[in-house]
């Protein structure tokens, strides 16, 4: 392994965008960057609140209306390389609010997330699970060791 | 003095300098490390935040920063890099032959353009993160839609230049009570004082100086519960936001070079041990760092962000302890 | 653009600072607009709307069970409270009685909630604060209620118990759940008691909170605050003690006098104990029987409203029912009507702790965000 997949590997900065889903998943996440039950920061896992410093982007729920720009505006602050994570099922698909089929759809859903943006790896759930997560950063890690 | 002296001499202060990056590239780690097993987690291993985050930072992708003075930005972090470094080395033995830039006045006056990087950093630093954000604020209906419009940069920016009028205060008054106790200006007569009367610490001026000092340096690097310039409640990361990749890397490494730094100032001036390769006593130097990182970790573990309602009365009475020892060391 | 703000620009403001809508303070997405003049707070605009989905208008013509399971993804906070309160306004429309059962554990699954969501609040409110380790101790507390929801639900956020004259049957509980409860009652009364003595006893925090985000009662009234927000500035309401649910119950209702975030904090801490006094009334009287009414019929019914106390406040649902199927649909969350004392809260203070004052009356902007928009069919 050389130096820079070393390197890449052995500290990861994750930020979290929240995209107008149900808190569920943000709050889980969260939760396994802040609960010392799983403590994502012993995995070399930091969560950072900045574009520029961040390696990982894990982007929860439907994406509304007025989060498609500043999602996208947020993935071109990213320098490379980086990472997209589709965390539950909204980010993945929808979710409920775009696939109920009640009588009047709702036009207010933008997503799922690879429209919009590029994914690389999905985390299922509603809610997801602070353990599922921790996977899937490790799941998007290959890309970002890989690169150039 | 001759050749070989001046080539030991360079030797010594490139070693020193050496050791002195090796020394404070653990110094985050350990300090992350620290806090985690106060707070009942595992924590990072202590080599990542101080030495692979930098590495990782240094392979990046090289962007353009959101800012109307692209350059200057991307310089600042090296300038505060090479004024720690100068700091660094005007505490050294080997080039007390400079006089007048080896005195207390050349200390001070270098923390003072670290402090106030940091006020041009939030100055040109835009990020997308506030004013930016693609949002429809401004629309009918909206409150005060003529007003001016800024940055939360520019706050922070507001803030780095009142810490300058009197955040750094405690740490100025600190250095000036071992200046009155050794009666010189120069930090050779300081260092070759304390080889005589043994070291300020050990005295009630340098008890009292010490603490002043401490308090000081907290403020200097902007740790909690003093990093209202970078507070996450309001200003994210503030001046800092906009440095990606290798400059990003360059503020990691000056913040732990930092770090070694105070603390190996606080070893020359209070405990006559300045930072030599040389010498032995470079081991007091390197446990000193490690003692201030481990207090530090802790005080900022159990303490929330101060606002300037908690920061004005704080410093204040840091201050009256400082002119105290100052009182004292005539005594 | 001049013409609508002659009356405002009389005041002395001097920049806005916008943050948002990714914030690390303010982890859910909005936009706050924070008026100020020397960092000090003049004037503030919270705008939501951000996470919009537009669940009323997908739960248009939904059959009712499914609507009711819809309405718990409104909010991954208080998910049972918004599916218990749509299943109430169901079974008020329908007048299908509940089994005994059925009723205790919803409670056990609302006050259990209650727990996680008000740590939550205290959690965040560590972290606007700057003190991530009392963050981390009461992320830590709270795990053991999120493991109990999840033995009880089968899923950590959203355990949709409550269904139409009962609960699922997935939710019963027998000797081994109640023991697990009892236990993790027992360590989070512990816990938390350790803790509030450690938060109220820190000078620093204490300093940090005292005094910061004064509403008044007056004010508290007349922006129609709700729930705990107005419980801190000394008004004695709380609808759980109107209610008929939580009639065999007995509790306080906690109020505190200064309207700042101590207040807003100290309520939330004292009740945690309540809700835990609740849970143990529940378990110890925990009625025998059948957990399901299923002898009901499906009939149309006109608009039927309910309301209950969640932990934010006060929750309104009401529908109609047509042919099995849900209509004219509205849904109030106690958050959108706290928006004003919000942004009354951090007015005059320093934008740090404008930030606290926005958190103390602790919003969730998710379930805010439900605003139809009018549009001809």
Partial sequence: MSLKSYSRARSVHVMLVYTGGCNGCDIEIVNCIFSPKYDAEQYKIFLTWNPREADVLVVTGPVTKHNEQPLREIYKAIPEPKAVIAAGACALMGGVYKNINGDIPSEEIMGPVDKIIPVDAKVPGCAVRPEDVLAGAVAALPKLLNAK | ?331 | MDEDNKVTKKQVIETEVPLGTVHSAAIEPYRVRLFVEDEIVKDAEITVGVNHRGVERIMEGLPVEKANSLTEKICGICSNSHIWNSVLVAEKALGIEVPERALYIRIIMEELERLHSHMLYLAHGSEVLGHETFAMRIFYIRETVMELLRMIGGNRVQYGVPIIGGIRPRAELDLMRIQKIKDGMDFVEEKITEFAERFVSDPMVMSRITGVGILKKEDAIRLSATGPTLRATGVDIDLRRDMPEYESFEFNVITQDDGDVKANILVRVLEIPESIKIIRQAIDHLPEGKITNRSWDMEDSPVTNNYIEVPRGKLYHSYSLDDGRVRNVIIRTPSITNIGAMEYACIGYHITDAQLAIVQCDPCFTCTDRAIKIIQI
Avoid: C
């Fill in chain 2, 1 to 331: 003095m001759s050749i070989a002296d001046s080539l030991i001499a360079f030797i010594a202060v490139i070693g020193t300098l050496i050791l002195a990056f090796f020394v404070s590239a653990w110094l985050p780690g350990i300090e992350r490390r620290f806090q985690a097993r106060i707070q009942q987690r595992i924590g990072p291993p202590i080599s990542t935040p101080g030495i692979m985050a930098p590495l990782k930072f240094f392979f990046k992708e090289v962007i353009n920063p959101n800012s109307p003075m692209p350059g200057l930005y991307n310089v600042l972090p090296i300038i505060g890099l090479i004024i720690t470094i100068s700091l660094l080395m005007i505490t050294m033995p080997q080039l007390y032959v400079l006089a007048a830039f080896t005195s207390v006045i050349a200390l001070v006056g270098l923390l003072k353009v670290e402090e106030i990087i940091y006020m041009f950093m939030g100055s040109l630093s835009q990020s997308v993160l506030s004013l930016k954000m693609p949002f429809p604020d401004i629309v009918k209906g909206a409150k005060h839609p003529g007003v001016r419009r800024s940055f939360v940069e520019e706050l922070s920016s507001m803030r780095a230049f009142r810490l300058i009028a009197f955040g750094s205060f405690p740490i100025y008054i600190a250095i000036f009570v071992t200046v009155a106790i050794a009666k010189s200006i120069y930090i050779s007569d300081i260092v070759s004082y304390q080889q005589i009367h043994g070291p300020i610490l050990f005295s009630l001026a340098g008890i009292l100086g010490a603490i002043v000092f401490f308090i000081g340096f907290m403020i200097l690097l902007n740790e909690y519960p003093f990093a209202i310039l970078k507070t996450k409640a309001d200003v994210i990361e503030g001046p800092l936001l906009e440095y990606a990749a290798k400059y990003r890397a360059y503020v990691y490494i000056s913040r732990g070079f930092l770090i070694f730094v105070l603390a190996s100032i606080f070893s020359t001036l209070f405990l006559g041990i300045p930072p030599n390769i040389l010498s032995w006593t470079i081991l007091i130097n390197i446990a000193v760092t490690l003692v201030f990182t481990m207090i530090m970790a802790t005080v900022s573990t159990f303490s929330p962000i101060f606002t300037f309602k908690q920061f004005y009365p704080l410093v204040a009475g840091v201050s009256m302890i400082g002119i105290l020892a100052i009182i004292a060391s005539f005594l």
